[in-house]
Structures are given as C-alpha cells and as structure tokens.
C-alpha cells in the first residue's frame, strides 16, 4: 500500500501508423477500478490481496482504431501493512 505500479508497453502498428490516443486502464480482480486512467497506479487498501493488471488499448493516428486490449500479467497485491506481535515476557 502507498507504493506505485507503472505500466509500460510498446506500440507497433502494422502500417506502421504514428500511435494516437492510446487508453489505459488498472483492473482490479479483473474489474476496471474507477478513475485508474493513466500508466501509473497507487496501490490501495482495497487492492490488499487483489490481482492487479495494466491494459491497453492501442490507438492508431490514423487507419483502423482503436486495436484489440491488451492486458499484463496480474499482479497479486500481498498485505504490506506492518504487523506487531507482543511478546509476554514474565521473571
């Protein structure tokens, strides 16, 4: 949590068009998360334990658009919330 995940991709058009307006999205178990639009996405309390991907839609200036999405590999969120253990000591 608090930390931040950056997607990355590489654009190649067959015709070897310009890329346009490229979309993005983070999903979240599968489920687009609402309002994570750009490359980069701060990790949530509610992604604790959830399976993150990056998707991309390819966007041609010009020709066919937009292309098929394309999703990453998922990325499992564990629990990074420090956690304290007391320890009874007794003389």
Known sequence: MGQTLTGSYTYVDVDGD???TSTFRWLRNGVAIGGATATSYA????DLGATLTFEVTPVAAAGASPGVAVAS?????GNSVPTA???AISG
């Open 85 to 87: 253990t007391a320890v």
């Open 18 to 20: 310009l890329e346009g």
């Open 43 to 46: 990790v949530l309390l509610a």
């Open 73 to 77: 590999a998922g990325v499992v969120i």
